[in-house]
């Protein structure tokens, strides 16, 4: 019996290094990932982080977002993910303070969506302050709040600090993503959406068990 025993350990063992090393075969360092010159503090160190770096004015960001969308219903809850809107598109930077307006008042979950329909799907241009705050309103933010929140110190500071990080992890365009601050997912070398969310997964996992 004892024999037996040891035996079922031994193939599971075995088992689960195959599966290990299948998984470590697939998904290669400078192909599938880079790891990162300098590594970056993370929001919650107690989860591993995972940082999509968009823009609403980024036609493949909207394209890409009921698969997020999707994979946050069923991502593993060690992972904590966090959202970083990038300056450097054409008229990124009043969406990227739009962003941290409803970060702000709480209101991502009933405003991210819709505002990247109004500029995709219903082709709104909501590209400027005036025009965001009327969005806004559909919502019940009054014009004056979104306007002081738009240009408060506290945005300010978030969209400067979005920029740095974007310019520290050398984001090379959107959707993008860095898990834990260590590595960037090299988006162009994966063949399907799927392999994205596997890449991620890999890397985050890699990182809770200090693989």
């Known amino acids: ?5 040891t035996a079922l350990l031994m193939s599971l063992g075995l088992a689960t290094a ?11 360092v400078d192909t599938h990932y880079k790891i990162l010159d300098v590594p970056g503090n993370v929001s ?7 940082r999509e770096f968009f823009s609403y004015a980024c ?14 219903e069923s991502k593993p809850d060690f992972i904590d993910y966090v959202r970083t809107p990038v300056l450097f598109l054409r008229n990124a930077e009043p969406l990227a303070r739009a962003y941290y307006v409803e970060e702000t008042l709480g209101l991502t979950e009933e405003i991210h969506a819709p505002l990247f329909d109004a500029i995709h799907k219903h082709r709104e241009p909501l590209f400027n302050e005036p025009a965001l705050a009327n969005f806004f309103r559909k919502y019940g933010v009054d014009p004056d709040k979104f306007n002081r929140l ?10 400067r600090q979005a920029e740095a990080l974007t310019k520290e ?3 090379p365009g959107v959707p993008n993503f860095v898990v834990n601050g260590k590595y960037l997912v090299l988006r162009e070398n994966l063949k399907t959406t799927d392999e ?9 996992n890699k990182e809770k068990t200090g693989g």
């Open 196 to 204: 994205l969310f596997e890449v991620i997964e890999y890397l985050a």
């Open 44 to 50: 919650d160190p107690s989860k591993v982080e995972v």
């Open 59 to 72: 036609p493949h960001c909207y394209s890409l977002e009921p698969a997020i969308d999707a994979w946050l």
């Open 169 to 171: 992890y050398k984001i």
């Open 150 to 159: 738009y240009s408060s110190f506290g945005v300010s500071t978030k969209v």
């Open 1 to 5: 019996m004892l024999r037996f025993v």
């Open 18 to 28: 195959a599966v290990a090393a299948e998984e470590h075969a697939r998904f290669a």
